[in-house]
């Protein structure tokens, strides 16, 4: 049973993550490229690293929380990196959303040193991460996803073991696919209501009783009608996440139309100064007169 | 009190709807192009009209059920029309899925006439229209709409009085803009999943468990992971439902980019002789290799 847990990375979703690993008794060793949210958690009883090496050394598994793949990479590599100090038959989770070849190689980089690693990216956003219902989805070894059950379970309330390494990332990357081209169909079907003068509370109550209902329809459909973007999962990151899904499709020869253009309306977002809105605010570009 | 009810047009939906309101007690007299159906309903105790004349003498509210705006105008209007022999006062009911800007069209010939007319399409397919649970979209005056409450309800579960005449339409054309692209990106996200080698099943579940969930995911997603599209609603009706929300959204300059894609997908569907599947095979050309 794995007790001492070292946490990279305490962003909106990685600082909550830790501190519910503190609550669930695992004896929990932060370290954050910026200095407030450890000395917030350390205040909590959560253990700060001198650094890194520190960290690899005195942790039975490590989790990371970063942006993006090379941020991932850049604390597993190097002198000074995590594999070079952990120790063999520990376990590397990387709970980021990065890309699923990224997650191969980093986990064959692992495995050659005796280390399991697992990618497990998870999705429902802050709110999931503060009150430890995220849904997080798991590549790698079933024995390494076993091992690593009690952690999740303090984190999250849906684990699911995708596959192999970078399974999880697979399917975090159709997830938010699925997501985007959603918030496209509902925000197209708002905009012609809305342009006919229908009442979009109408629109939404009618669509949302048949084979049009999606959680996107009920969750965001209401605040896009009011044009009201307030995040939420933020257009940029949404954007990050597509440059995945592009790369992936494209390792696979594989053509995706509806994310290639929600991808476009995501970018034209982030020229317009938009990039920090909730990623619904492609209702913003969809739907346009002209 | 509505007690003769005409009904016009007993395909695949219209026969179990006239069904459905002489079994609810109204008398229920029936046109069809072709005999077939007539017949059948004839031996289950609904009245056969002579012609398109008699049937509108002799009714207080005509219903019709027919593929498009141009068979709609055609029973309509002329000398042998239902404008024509209808009586003042009487109620001209359209559940057909045509333009809003026919149905408006429509109506304001009819009202010259005295003759109400609602816009009323339907959602739910042939099984809601068997089992009388379909969802009734409604365009037109209040006063018609309460006067034809009864019909609905003997043919429908949810009745929606959605606006002024058109708007019933407009509803219907927004259910199918938000149903065509959500099957857009359950299709992607199966792609890429499937190209990955991720099992299918693990793709709908985490994503049915999450902010991707939608009812498309659901009953349509295992189904198109096998690749079976049985219909179901046909690749050629919801591509004249596209054709529909392009006349609609180009009256308002509305550019409706993920609709137009989606259009494409079906078109191309239609000249691959796939027309007759069900919509859900957007599965097929969405997420090509290549």
Redesign the interface.
Known sequence: MIKRVGFIGLGVMGKPMARNLHRAGFTVTVWNRSRAAMDELAGEGLRLAESLAALARNSEAVITMLPDGPDVAAVVHGPDGLLNHMAAGSLLIDMSTIA?ETARQLAAAAHARGIAMLDAPV??GDKGAIAGTL?I?VGGDTEAFERALPLFHAMGK?I?H??PS??GQ??K???Q??????I???A??????T?????PA??L???G?????????E?RGPTMARHEFTPGFRVRLHQKDMGI?HA??AA????????E?ASR?FQQLIEQGYGDLDHSALALT?????
């Open positions: 699923p999705s429902g849904s989805m849906t699911t995708c596959g970078g399974a697979v399917v990357a159709c997830n696919i699925a997501v985007a081209v959603t496209a169909g509902v197209e079907a708002l905009a012609l209501g342009a006919a003068g229908i009442d109408i629109v109550r009618v669509l009783g048949g084979l049009a209902q999606s959680r996107v329809l969750l899904i992936t499709a696979y020869q594989l053509h995706l139309p509806f994310s253009l309306h969809v739907g346009q007169h002209g």
